[in-house]
């Protein structure tokens, strides 16, 4: 029997059946593997044993009843800081929220629940999911399993080394400008951002709600497709969540990709793309095309613009989400003399210096005689940068692309210089904008052994068609190109 440390959900799901294990013996190993590891790449922030042995407990006695048991039974999952989880301390890696205990669960949590996973703990992450490396959590970076000297990405890296170190079986993260397919790709597992609303956000901590997404860490893009069943779908309590219908994720995995049309942007492959990216990206074009995918050339004219407006957007949202973080209601507060020195004395110890020169920049760019310059014209490139994905989905059934422009950096080598740090998200800032899909799946390595991620765009609210695509370029060889 292979390590549980290695398992897929069905892996899982094949011991329980046959009781090689039960739900609580699993948990109990994750658990050990957890304590043993932590300390080296400071992955959890908070673990949740009694809920997950109380969940583990039932999904036992349903196995000893007979029962026919949900879809995700006895699945160790981890969730990212930023997702709220009832009586589990929360605190978006930030020390505002130090100690906070959400009194509600997001949605996505509950239904993963409802379908048997099992909550082992909150992720790391960067401070507020402001972030490419993990290095802005004010509770230390993870390191990479892969390479622990080097970054796991961000800002979901703490969900993304979770999967990839074994401590967990598939996580949640999030994903406003590439923070689930990043660290998808430099820590070497399948990371897929859904659609713009095909996932609810009711439960997670705003960072810039237009651009804001849930979405699965997984071993396997089967196993990415089946929290994306879970997960998907119309929820009442977040509006923006679509209700367009949710289809079987799972069954279409297996077809031919025989004549789809496969979009290569020329621009995206210029200036600032690493040499090994680059060769291995091509490889995964190469393997793709041997699978019957026919390749299109593609423009992609705004590309350019798209980090420049991100973060314009992203943090003229991000100022205003943030302002609910005063010590009135969430979190520690530093008394003062008056209401308004305690504002500034628990912001300017709650919040990180990212937090702050984020803060900063987007109530610059909202203020008044500015918002024409700066937040208006970022919206129009937004629209553009939609219009370009839309001409671009006429020709082409999936767009090909590298997920970062650079493999894995060390810890600390690019944290002076924040210009730099937002350039890592060029290939991913351009879909948050446009709202559609993208799923990062491992494409190979550097000579140096550190992963790649080949990324697969869809249009909006097609899913299936990118978990298909990126299923079967994992079913041939694609991670070890
Ligand atoms: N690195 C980007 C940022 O710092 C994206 C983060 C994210 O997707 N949450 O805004």
Known sequence: MSAPATWTISEVQAALDSRKISARELINEFYAR???????????????????????????????????????????LAVK?????????????????????????????????????????????????????????????VRNPVAPDHVPGG???????????????????????????????????????????????????????????????????????????????????????????VPDYLSGLDRSLHGLRMGIPDDYFGEGIDPEVREKIEAGIRLLEKLGCKRVSIRMPNTDYAIAAYYILATAEASSNLA????????????????????????????????????????????????????????????????????AFEKADVIITPTSPVPPFRLGERTANPLQMYLADSYTVTGSMAGVPGI?????????GLPIGLQVYGPAFGEDRVLHVAHAFERAGGSDL
């Open 34 to 76: 957890i304590e043993q590891a932590n300390p080296k790449f400071n992955i959890y922030l908070a673990l949740s044993p009694e809920r997950a042995f109380a969940q583990a407990d039932k999904i036992d006695a349903a196995i000893a009843a007979g029962d026919a048991l949900p879809p995700l039974a006895g699945v160790p």
């Open 155 to 245: 800002s979901s890296g703490g969900s993304a080394a979770a999967v990839a170190a074994g401590l967990a079986v598939v996580s949640l993260g999030t994903d406003t400008g590439g923070s689930i397919r990043q660290p998808g790709s430099f820590c070497g597992v399948p990371a897929m951002n859904p659609s713009y609303g095909r996932v609810s956000r009711y439960g997670l901590i705003a960072y810039a709600s237009s651009l804001d997404r849930i979405g699965p860490f997984a071993r396997t893009v089967r196993d990415a497709a089946s929290v994306m069943s879970v997960i998907a779908g119309r929820d009442p309590r977040d509006a923006t969540s679509s209700g367009a219908a």
């Open 324 to 391: 609910r973080f005063d010590g009135v209601r969430y979190g520690p507060r530093v008394p003062g003399a008056t209401l308004m020195e305690m504002y500034k004395k628990t912001r300017g110890r709650g919040f990180g210096p990212e937090v702050k020169r984020r803060i900063v920049l987007g109530t610059y760019v909202l203020s008044a005689g500015y918002y024409d310059a700066y937040y208006l014209k970022g919206q129009k490139i937004r629209a553009l940068i939609a219009r370009d994905f839309r001409e």
């Open 440 to 448: 990062s799946i491992p494409s190979g390595k550097t000579s140096k």
């Open 81 to 141: 800081d930023v997702i709220s989880t009832r009586g589990i301390p929360t605190t978006c890696g930030s020390r505002i929220l130090e100690g906070y205990k959400p009194p509600y669960d997001a949605t996505a949590v509950t239904r993963l629940e409802n379908a048997g996973a099992i909550v082992l703990g909150k992720t790391n992450c960067d401070e507020f999911a402001m972030g490419s490396s993990n290095e802005n959590s004010a509770y230390g970076p």
